[in-house]
């Protein structure tokens, strides 16, 4: 049987009345590069896979997501303590990437973004050649 804490609900009104993010929220992430790709992964528990959307706008990646909660007709809730919200994340991604290459995953409540390096970022050997025919210019001191 559940115990009824009125300094836990005291605790949430004021959160809610004093919660300074009230816009969207920003989603934690990891970002780290695996040979030739960039690979983010961002937490949004609980979110519609359909509500996720992934824009490219020049250099910039914008990810933004919608939790929504069921309001059943003739519902009491007991407790409520999952919010609706709005996430929302930017990141620049530089010169150095491929933005046509870039493909998304969403699985168990993470978001995966696959960013490929660019062909013209990739690390490159440079071949050295000799020409026999070439003129040799002296130096003069």
């Known amino acids: 049987m559940a115990t ?10 004021a959160s809610n009345l004093f ?6 929220r920003r989603m934690p992430m990891d970002l780290y590069r695996d040979g030739d790709h960039y690979v ?3 937490d ?7 509500s996720v959307d992934i824009d490219v706008d020049g250099q910039l990646l914008t990810i933004r997501a919608e939790r ?4 059943g ?4 809730w007991i407790t409520r303590e ?17 933005t ?3 493909a998304a995953t969403y699985n168990n409540g993470v978001l995966t973004v696959t960013i490929p390096v660019s062909e013209k970022a990739k690390p490159r050997k440079v071949a050295v050649t000799t020409d026999a025919a070439a003129p040799v210019v002296p130096i003069e001191n």
């Open 68 to 71: 929504t909660l069921a309001n």
């Open 82 to 98: 999952r919010e609706a919200a709005s996430f929302l994340r930017q990141l620049n991604l530089g010169q150095g990437v491929d």
């Open 4 to 13: 009824y804490d009125p300094f836990r609900d005291l605790d949430r009104i």
């Open 19 to 24: 919660d300074a993010r009230r816009g969207p």
């Open 100 to 102: 046509e290459g870039i």
């Open 44 to 50: 949004l528990p609980g979110i519609d896979p359909g």
């Open 40 to 42: 983010m992964t961002a």
């Open 73 to 76: 007709d003739g519902v009491k």
